[in-house]
């Protein structure tokens, strides 16, 4: 059974960090792209930001980049998403994908608030 379990959201005041994990199960992770998408209220979910398997290349959606870090760590079958310099519109239910190929799978997501 595939499991994505994603960690670390909360509220936080704007400028501030939060770093999230999506630790998984049941997947050959190494192989995976894992990615970060988000989704606020009222809104279509977009990604955030993703990191493909094997080489590790990462890209980012425009208004996280030079804030937001994807990594991964694969002997620990996780991946982080270090965010700083939150700002209050990165609100939302951030969800952790893991695709190869015609397979995809999605945990159940976490919340961010950025507010004073």
């Known amino acids: 059974q595939v499991q994505l379990v994603e960690s670390g959201g909360g509220l936080v005041q704007p400028g501030g960090s939060l770093r999230l994990s999506c630790t998984t199960s049941g997947i050959f992770f190494r192989i995976y792209t894992m990615a970060w998408y988000r989704q606020a209220p009222g809104k279509q979910r977009e990604l955030v930001a993703r990191v493909t398997g094997g080489s590790g290349f990462t890209n980012y959606a425009d208004d996280v980049k030079g804030r937001f870090t994807i990594s991964r760590d694969n002997p620990q079958n996780t991946v982080y998403l270090q965010m700083n310099t939150l700002k209050p519109e990165d609100t939302a239910v951030y969800y952790c994908?893991?695709?190869?190929?015609?397979?995809?799978?999605w945990g159940q997501g976490t919340q961010v608030t950025v507010s004073s």
């Open positions: 994908k893991a695709d190869w190929g015609d397979s995809e799978y």
